[in-house]
DNA sequence: ATTTATTTACGAAAAGAATCGTATTTTAGA
DNA sequence: TCTAAAATACGATTCTTTTCGTAAATAAAT
């Protein structure tokens, strides 16, 4: 197994790989479509940067047609992971149970969701 | 209640908030010692570092000797409260509970530390 | 007292991100 | 074909973060 190269998107980059993630692949006008409904920035600003995630590595493109279409070059599971692992270590204390009960904590769950957190628990007991 | 000030650490900042959250309380010296360990730095640069954030209202400082002694100005769960909020929205579409999964998932915890969220768990489903 | 070591202050450069204007290319429609 | 609209390319600017050199202040040691 090769040593996985690490990602590291920015603030910015972040936000446009969410669209990306969410829609599958999109173009640069829709992910601008996208951002604009939240925050204020120009159309080429999302384009350079889009521009420069394709550079790094961070999305794909595919360049057949006018419009060119962007898909992630990292799988959302991959990003949460890295990302996640990067703060257990450095605002946890290497503890993601930490973490978690942090988490929990601070914000209200549904119920639904609570027992979908239970289902998981369930089954990390069964294996320990 | 006031509005909270959204404080906002850099990546630098967060090491050495790290060590002074660590030691309680420590001097520029102790936390270039601390730093120096992992990575290549100057002195100078985290004295600097230690500056701004004492200028941001990050720490606090005791001037009272040639050696500034610094202080937290922000306690860890805050800190921690915080970037959580704001990797749950930026990566796990406001879902902490995907957060959650994704931490327990990818991280095996001993039994002890199941118990804990168990319990965290059952105090959270009282509350529903 | 003088020298030496330690520390802080400060400015400025280097590096990294984000922003946008303008020019060029491409395509579709008149 | 010509024109207009939509898209990309790219340089330049601004803003933030990180880095460090040099000078001044302070304290300790000789």
């Known amino acids: 197994m090769s040593v ?4 590291k998107p920015t603030e910015s980059e972040l936000e446009i790989l969410q669209v990306i993630w969410e ?6 006008r829709e992910v601008h479509e996208a951002l604009s409904a939240t925050k204020d920035v120009g159309y ?8 420069i995630m394709h550079e ?3 999305v794909k493109r595919d360049n057949t047609f006018k419009t060119h279409i ?5 799988t959302r599971e991959k990003a949460q992971k890295q990302l996640l692992g990067k703060m257990i270590n450095g605002l ?13 904590g601070s914000h209200k769950s549904s119920k639904e969701e609570l027992d979908q957190i239970q289902q998981l628990l369930d089954d990390l007991k069964k294996e320990a």
Chains 1, 2 share one sequence.
Do not use: E
């Open 23 to 28: 829609k599958g692949s999109a173009s640069v």
């Open 44 to 51: 080429t600003t999302t384009l350079k940067l889009m521009q």
């Open 4 to 7: 996985q190269k690490s990602i």
């Open 56 to 58: 790094k590595g961070l």
């Open 92 to 104: 946890f204390g290497g503890s993601s149970t930490q973490l978690v009960i942090q988490a929990l």
């Open 70 to 74: 962007y898909q992630p070059a990292v």
